[in-house]
């Protein structure tokens, strides 16, 4: 075998079992690379009581029932499926029903998500009371971080007007 057949022989077989140890890691990790699974999901793939993973939906309107010792329960859907979850701590300042969420624990052997870490989601819209004040104060607020905070505002259906920068939003979504 000359040199050039040994260096091609020996770069065939590097490539060879790069390939391999990729396909390997990639079936390793084949159901942890989803950042979530939704309630369908979760249905389909028949996941066993304790095997844990990411919950993502919304929190169904009318669901959360606040116990006693910061317990709480809430159903998430995707709108085919719902989801019961029970989730022990304090909920994120976001949380609220009609509200995009991801929770990671497992499911039980009763068949209810028992999580161990609830995140809300929110769009990219979303600025913190915090940094809006201290927009203003700095003379950087834009009038169009209030049209979209007052448009998100609207969309919540809460029953009382709500103040957005300079101008006062009611639920019916009409800038006073």
Excluded: C
């Amino acid at each position: 075998m000359t040199r050039k057949q040994r260096r091609l022989t020996m770069i065939g077989g590097a490539v060879a079992v790069l390939a391999i140890a990729a396909a390997l890691v990639l079936n390793a990790l084949r159901d942890s690379i989803v950042f979530f699974s939704t309630p369908s999901m979760a249905a389909e793939k028949h996941i066993p009581a304790g095997k844990r993973f990411r919950l993502g939906g919304m929190v169904r309107q009318g669901s959360v029932v606040r116990g006693d010792h910061l317990a709480a329960t809430f159903d998430v859907t995707d709108g085919n499926a719902t989801l019961p979850v029970a989730y022990q701590g304090i909920l994120p300042d976001l949380f609220r029903e009609g509200q995009g969420v991801v929770a990671e624990g497992a499911i039980d052997a009763g068949g209810v998500f028992r999580a161990d870490t609830v995140l809300a989601k929110h769009d990219e819209t979303y600025m913190p009371k915090d940094v809006a004040d201290a927009l203003k104060k700095q003379g950087h607020w834009k009038d169009d971080y209030g049209a979209k905070s007052a448009d998100n505002k609207a969309s919540d259906n809460k029953a009382a007007d709500k103040p957005v920068g300079d101008k006062t939003v009611s639920t019916q979504g009409a800038a006073k």
